[in-house]
């Protein structure tokens, strides 16, 4: 089955830790994005990367991280200097300048 | 900053009624206007999307308005039903380039009831 998969489902860390977020994509696409969604909100872009080795920082960049060294692969890293990451966390691939974001089934983290 | 509102907060319809969630846009280079579905606890699914060379498209018991001189697109749910409910997010993209690929701006949300 072709899609898009995020692990883990569930993650818990404690203040101060760094964590890292996996997506992973079949679909053979060139562009992902990372979102994060809080409660009663939109989905605010984070990072996104249009090909392998290269990536942009979206609109709350602050506090996270990430690398494409492989076109399936698009790994968030949450960092202790995210003041509030505690939140849902979703995953998106389109082809190169396409329209249509598929989203994986999220991530939520909770910092403890 | 590019926008795009979205109203209402939260809707409460009867079974068998009509839902119509409405979205304002500023930017008039946006060209793509997606819907997207979300059920608790997953990810957003693509529910219908159109371009503003309509006014409307229509696919089962979705709906999108589209008013290009208003700035504003609508999407309408006939015949709700209680699995419909879900929050809805309207979406907006621009053209896309080598860098900026396609970045779609998002309302903050309608979240459907259903009553059955």
């Known amino acids: 089955d072709g899609g898009i998969t995020q692990s883990p489902k569930y993650l818990f860390r404690k203040e101060g830790q760094n964590v890292t977020l996996s997506c992973e994509q079949n679909?053979?696409?060139?562009?992902m994005y990372w979102y994060r969604q809080d409660p009663g909100q939109g989905l605010r872009l984070i990072y996104y990367s249009q090909i392998v080795n290269d990536f942009q920082k979206g609109d709350i960049a602050e506090g996270y991280s990430v690398s494409r060294e492989k076109k399936e692969s698009f790994p968030l890293t949450v960092t202790s200097a995210q003041k509030n990451p505690t939140a849902f966390y979703l995953c998106?691939?389109?082809?190169?300048?396409?329209?249509?974001?598929?989203f994986g089934p999220g991530t939520r983290l909770t910092v403890l | 900053q590019q926008q795009v509102k979205q109203s209402p907060q939260s809707l409460i319809v009867q079974k068998g009624g009509i839902s119509i969630i409405n979205c304002a846009y500023e930017n008039t280079a946006f060209d793509y206007f997606p819907w997207y579905q979300q059920f608790p606890g997953k990810g957003p699914a693509l529910l219908i999307a159109?371009?503003?060379?309509?006014s409307e498209k229509k696919e089962g018991r979705f709906t999108i308005s589209f008013n290009k001189s208003a700035k504003q697109f609508s999407l309408h749910i006939m015949d709700s039903q209680p699995g419909d409910s879900a929050t809805y997010f309207c979406a907006a993209s621009s053209v896309r380039t080598e860098t900026s690929g396609s970045r779609l701006t998002f309302g903050e949300g309608t979240q459907l009831t259903v009553n059955p």
């Open positions: 998106a691939s389109s082809i190169s300048k396409g329209d249509t974001q598929y």
């Open positions: 679909l053979n696409h060139d562009a």
């Open positions: 159109i371009r503003p060379d309509v």
